[in-house]
């Protein structure tokens, strides 16, 4: 009976005893390598070592990856001259433990509501700050100072959700300038982290992204275009000189976003390579203007002015009369995006131009027949935009 009786006390207690939730971590060297910290000076990590609450974990190594798998199905790995201080997550206010430099992968197990009680995926970063409820991955980067929080999957449960928008991210640990998603995922760590979740039977890290609002990829490169007339107006007796258009009427053009950043130093721009149509010659005209971006949309146009009328003398010299102002507006909101190479991409964007010429200065009476050239329009058109290329 004392025998029983001792057995019983030191046996676990049941699983649904309702005891608190407890999370341990086993050590995993993917590459490079690892040493330990438990009170006695550092020591070579090896495969498959358990690891206590005040070990300290240090990566070693280039492209380094040590992989702390926790109990409950969730992993934390530690790239390159990652410190990690191993927490004891089942207590009270504590956490899976402290990072102090380096570069940590995050990624956290689905929870079973119906489970009972679980422990939360926090991790504390070095001068006290804490990182949590990120989603299913995040990155905590503190190669730079402050530290960041770069490339998270979905929103959190605190409300806070990753915008990858124009390439930059909204959640941060302290402050800074946030990584953007596409500069995280064609890493090569960055990557083989990715290749480790799938081998670990998590939702591969691209379709955490399946359904989130297209608003938030990465809007670069070449979009193949089709421009569809959907109202043409004239007025004036220049009119008949104009090619005109019917509604419906398509055309296939291209645009190019890219970011522009001056050797010398300084910020960086967003451009697009835009094309329009001559109204006259039906020739495409190319111009390269500054992004303009909103909160669910992109804009860019251009403001050009011009003589109504070139006189040209008997000797060959020329004089100008009137001038015109030639307007173009372009806005567009991504519609569709997807995981492509590792980026979060807007693959599709849909919206519309308007354009306008109007007189802002009548030609002088001294130059006879070139009010003949006087006229005003404005057109529009829906615009359907296609990714093709990168870069």
């Known amino acids: 009976?004392?025998?029983?009786?001792?057995?019983?006390?030191?046996?676990?207690?049941?699983?649904?005893?309702?005891?608190p939730p407890t999370a341990s971590a086993v050590l995993a060297i993917r590459a490079g390598e690892a040493e330990v910290d438990s009170?006695?000076?550092p020591e070579a990590a090896e495969d498959g070592q358990d690891l206590a609450p005040g070990d300290v974990v240090t990566a070693v190594g280039d492209g380094a990856i040590v992989e702390l798998a926790w109990s409950d199905g969730s992993v934390t790995r530690l790239g390159p001259d990652t410190v990690f201080t191993v927490g004891s997550p089942g207590e009270p206010l504590s956490t899976r433990g402290v990072q102090e430099a380096g570069i940590s992968w995050n990624r956290v197990a689905d929870v079973d509501q119906d489970a009972g009680a679980t422990v939360p995926y926090i991790v504390d970063v070095a001068e006290g700050e804490r990182a949590g409820d990120r989603g299913s991955l995040f990155v905590i980067d503190c190669q730079a100072t402050p530290c960041r929080i770069v490339g998270?999957?979905?929103s959190g449960a605190d409300g806070s959700k990753t915008s990858f928008r124009?390439?930059?991210?909204?959640?941060?640990?302290?402050?800074?300038?946030?990584?953007?998603?596409?500069?995280?995922m064609v890493d090569e760590w960055a990557a083989a982290n990715a290749d480790l979740d799938v081998e670990a039977g998590f939702l591969p890290v691209a379709e955490l992204?399946?359904?989130?609002?297209?608003?938030?990829?990465?809007?670069?490169?070449?979009?193949?275009?089709?421009?569809?007339?959907?109202?043409?107006?004239?007025?004036?007796?220049g009119c008949s000189s104009l090619r005109s258009r019917s509604l419906g009427e398509t055309r296939t053009l291209a645009y190019r976003f890219h970011t522009d950043c001056p050797e010398e130093g300084g910020p960086c721009s967003t451009m697009v390579d835009t094309q329009a149509i001559n109204t006259l010659t039906n020739e495409i005209i190319d111009s390269t203007v500054p992004l303009v971006s909103g909160a669910e949309s992109f804009a860019w146009g251009t403001d050009d002015t011009g003589a109504v009328c070139i006189w040209t003398y008997a000797d060959g010299s020329t004089a100008e009369t009137g001038q015109t102002r030639n307007l173009i507006r372009w806005e567009v909101t991504p519609t569709h995006a997807e995981v492509i190479d590792g980026v979060y991409r807007v693959t599709e964007l849909t919206g519309g131009s308007v354009a306008s010429l109007k007189i802002v200065e009548h030609t002088s009476p001294a130059f006879p027949g070139c009010e003949t050239?006087?006229?005003e329009w404005d057109?529009?058109?829906?615009?359907?935009?296609?990714w093709a290329e990168e870069g």
């Not at 009976?1 to 005891?19: T, V």
């Not at 809007?219 to 004239?234: A, F, K, P």
Request: proline letters at 5%; hydrophobic letters at 35%.
């Open 373 to 375: 050239l006087e006229y």
């Open 39 to 41: 009170g006695d000076g």
């Open 166 to 184: 124009r390439g930059g991210v909204t959640t941060e640990i302290v402050s800074g300038d946030p990584a953007a998603w596409n500069q995280l």
């Open 1 to 19: 009976m004392i025998l029983c009786g001792a057995l019983a006390a030191c046996a676990p207690p049941a699983a649904d005893d309702g005891g």
């Open 379 to 386: 057109s529009s058109a829906d615009l359907v935009l296609t």
């Open 152 to 154: 998270t999957g979905g």
């Open 209 to 237: 992204f399946n359904g989130e609002d297209p608003s938030r990829g990465l809007v670069d490169g070449t979009y193949e275009v089709l421009r569809t007339d959907t109202g043409w107006n004239c007025a004036g007796q």
